[in-house]
């Protein structure tokens, strides 16, 4: 299967891309997680309307965002724990609290507002987060800007980017 986030809807294939329906959402998708556990899909889809979670590979959905009332634009979802959903939008990055629909920012360290891209690392407790620099937190500490310059000796330094992550000690 193939799942495509676009303005006019969340997007699903399973003939290789040859054609597709739109599974819902209609006002639009900024970002989805997917999950593959017990032989069930995983997702988390983070729209123009809401934020939503279908268990059951997008059958059903349910309103995941709780007590998150701001433009939330990316989402990560944790392939091991499914319930450690991480979200970014337009104040910086958030993660699960301790009670359910409830939301802590994991912001210290950066421009909350700034936040383009991040990833959370499915290995650790590490959030990455793309400003104008690449920064990283992990544990919910402060997050610290990771050093760009050895790139700049193989030649001009690029933009910043952020793909996703490897752990290097896994």
Do not use: C
């Not at 979670?53 to 959905?61: A, E, H, I, Y």
């Not at 104008?132 to 001009?156: M, Q, W």
């Amino acid at each position: 299967e193939l799942w495509s986030a676009q303005q006019d809807g969340l997007w699903k294939s399973q003939d290789y891309a040859a054609t597709w329906t739109n599974v819902g959402f209609p006002t639009g998708v900024y970002d989805l997680a997917l999950n593959v556990r017990g032989g069930g899909l995983d997702i988390v889809a983070s729209t123009f309307a809401g934020v939503f979670r279908s268990v059951d590979g997008g059958s059903q959905w349910s309103e995941i965002a709780g007590d998150l009332r701001w433009n939330l634009l990316r989402v990560a979802a944790h392939p091991v724990a499914p319930d450690l959903i991480v979200f970014s939008g337009s104040h910086g990055v958030s993660v699960p609290g301790s009670t359910p629909g409830t939301w802590v920012s994991r912001n210290s360290g950066i421009v909350a507002t700034s936040v383009r891209k991040f990833t959370a690392d499915a290995s650790t407790d590490r959030i990455y987060a793309l400003t104008d620099e690449i920064h990283v937190s992990a544990g919910g500490a402060d997050y610290l800007t990771l050093d760009r310059r050895p790139l700049a000796a193989v030649g001009s330094l690029p933009p910043p980017t952020l793909v996703s992550t490897i752990d290097p000690h896994a």
